[in-house]
Every structure is written in structure tokens, then in C-alpha cells.
């Protein structure tokens, strides 16, 4: 893993019991963590709908890609 990393800050609200299930499972069998499947789901939600909502596309740089993580205490 890199030696930078991006920075996480904490989410929450009521989601999809069922999509949760799935989505755990998901991780177990592919011997990943839950938040970083989470991350890849929103990156593809916001890649699909970027252009017609025209949301602005962050910079890019290698740590987007690594999944290190450090907590932001907001």
C-alpha cells in the first residue's frame, strides 16, 4: 500500500437491509472490506451520472486508487 492516502470521512443513514446483505456478502467472498466496495459503487454511480447532473470530477492522483485510508474527524 502507498504511503499517502486519502482521506475518509464517516456516512450514515438507513440503506436497503436486502442490499446490505448482499453487499456484505459480496465483500466476504471476495475477501474485501465492506466500506471499500461501498466507495467502488459510488465511484461508478457518480462516473454514470457526472455528465448529466454536471458534478464536478475531483482530481485525480494514485492514493484514489490504493484504498488507504485515514479518518477525518469532522
Known amino acids: 500500500m502507498s504511503d499517502q492516502r ?3 470521512t464517516q456516512i450514515g443513514g438507513p440503506v436497503d437491509a436486502d442490499l446490505l446483505k448482499e453487499i456484505r ?3 466476504t467472498q471476495q475477501g474485501r472490506r465492506l ?4 466507495d ?3 465511484r461508478d454511480l457518480l462516473k454514470k451520472y457526472r455528465h448529466r447532473f454536471n458534478v464536478p470530477t475531483p482530481p485525480q492522483d494514485k492514493d484514489s486508487l490504493t484504498g488507504g485510508i485515514i479518518e477525518n474527524s469532522i
Not at 35 to 38: F, R, W
Open 6 to 8: 486519502h482521506v475518509a
Open 40 to 42: 467502488e459503487a459510488i
Open 25 to 27: 456478502i459480496l465483500a
Open 35 to 38: 466500506n471499500i466496495l461501498i
